[in-house]
């Protein structure tokens, strides 16, 4: 909501005084269905062709559109229902404001920027970054179709969610696969 809000009173205010086009002069209701209608459809197709979930690149994918969609919603609603009489008081008070409780409840709550912090100053990044070369740099050079590498010992928590496996027919094996165009890469055991 603090986005909405922000981004309606500053920036939209700011730099767009006046409706930037026809585009925006959807109704909100087929805006807000076409959205969820749009985001359902991407997990169903993922869910349909793949057995094993849905990776979280994909879901990375279907956020970034989502954030898209909420934002050009709030610019229909910021077209469509706001005017001049609809001013709100001391606006860098209260975007201040709340900026401020959002950014503390984040530093005290969240714990990505630790795990960050901690992947770095540990060098679990570095090595990690070492280990994947190597393993890159033994299936290029490799002259069979069927390689296995090592497990990785240095895994960053805020860098990476998840490695190949030792079932040749998961996504990521086959991905890793694909993309160095082996027949199949492994894990050892």
């Not at 169903?44 to 970034?64: E, Q, T």
């Not at 770095?120 to 970054?129: H, M, P, T, V």
């Amino acid at each position: 909501m603090f986005f909405a809000f922000s981004y309606s009173i500053y920036f939209l205010k700011k730099y767009f005084p006046q409706r930037p086009s026809n585009l925006f002069k959807v109704n909100i209701w087929i805006a807000i269905v076409g959205l969820f209608v749009l985001i359902f459809l991407m997990f169903f197709v993922i869910h349909y062709g793949n057995d094993m979930g849905v990776p979280d690149r994909v879901k990375n994918i279907i956020f970034a559109i989502y954030a898209l969609g909420f934002f050009y919603i709030v610019t229909i609603a910021h077209f469509a229902y706001f005017d001049e009489k609809r001013k709100v008081k001391n606006e860098w008070g209260w975007i201040g404001l709340i900026t401020f409780t959002l950014l503390t409840s984040i530093y005290f709550d969240g714990k990505n920027l630790i795990t960050m912090y901690a992947d770095i100053r540990l060098g679990i990044a570095k090595r990690y970054d070492q280990e994947m070369t190597q393993r890159y740099t033994q299936i290029r050079e490799s002259k069979t179709d069927t390689i296995y590498v090592a497990p990785l010992k240095n895994i960053p928590k805020s860098l990476c969610f998840d490695d190949i496996k030792n079932n040749e027919k998961h996504l990521w094996n086959k991905c890793y696969a694909t993309y160095f165009d082996k027949k199949v890469i492994i894990l050892k055991e």
